[in-house]
């Protein structure tokens, strides 16, 4: 079975700082796509970033980085310069492929708070 | 459409009652996906649709629960006999291909509340 773990509820960072957040997967599937996007308060699913099973650089959009490690089965998102609009719930998700459906599922989030 | 586009916003509705909440996708996307949020959780997953069949309905929590997408375009969620634990906001999503980078794009969904 497909899953997504988010072990932070909740993370802090100071403006203009980088911050991490943490997302583990698993996944029975060779080939499967990897996702991250942001929910603001007003509860739109905003796109971010994608990282294919195997491509094999990281990928980065802008300030948004993807630290891909596959063996540990880890997709963490990086954001660069943190910006007060930063603040929002994120979420990964993974599309997988045969054995999974092709369906996409999502992680419980990470709320992030950026303090000026 | 520009987007996709979930109808209505807001539905209230007494439990026991019948409803339905309408998805309509991009023009031109095949697969489309249906998520129940609770406040402050993730998008649950419940039905995807691979043009007009559900490819997987094991998201659906009940036999209450029913999504239909005769013309493999506009998709229908059904919720018979309501219940106050499906008080949720209701995402669509669509995207053009199943796989690969083709990324899900989501509608504002819709809030139901069950009272």
């Known amino acids: 079975a497909q899953k997504i773990t988010q072990t932070q509820p909740g993370m802090f960072v100071q403006e203009k700082e980088a911050v991490t957040l943490d997302c583990t997967y698993d996944t029975s599937d060779p080939s499967y796509g990897l996702f991250w996007y942001k929910q603001p308060s007003s509860g739109e699913m905003i796109f971010l970033i994608y990282q294919g099973s195997y491509d094999q650089q990281n990928a980065t959009e802008g300030r948004y980085s993807l630290n891909f490690q596959k063996a540990r089965k880890s997709a963490n998102l990086v954001i660069s310069a943190s910006q007060l609009g930063d603040s929002a719930m994120y979420f990964c998700a993974m599309r997988g492929g045969n054995t999974g459906g092709f369906k996409t599922i999502f992680g419980a989030g990470t709320r992030l708070f950026v303090k000026a | 459409g520009a987007g996709v586009s979930q109808t209505p916003s807001n539905k209230v509705t007494e439990k026991g009652k019948y409803v339905e909440l309408r998805c309509d996708p991009i023009s031109g996307h095949t697969a489309l996906y249906w998520y129940r949020q609770s406040l402050g959780q993730g998008p649950e997953f419940l039905i995807y649709f691979q043009g007009t069949g559900a490819a997987d309905d094991s998201g659906l929590p009940n036999d209450r629960f029913f999504a239909v997408r005769p013309e493999g375009s506009v998709s229908t969620l059904k919720i018979q006999r309501t219940e106050r634990g499906d008080s949720a906001v209701y995402l669509c999503?669509?995207?053009?291909?199943?796989?690969?980078?083709?990324?899900?794009?989501f509608g504002q969904g819709t809030r139901l509340t069950v009272v």
């Open positions: 999503a669509s995207s053009s291909q199943p796989t690969g980078a083709s990324r899900a794009f």
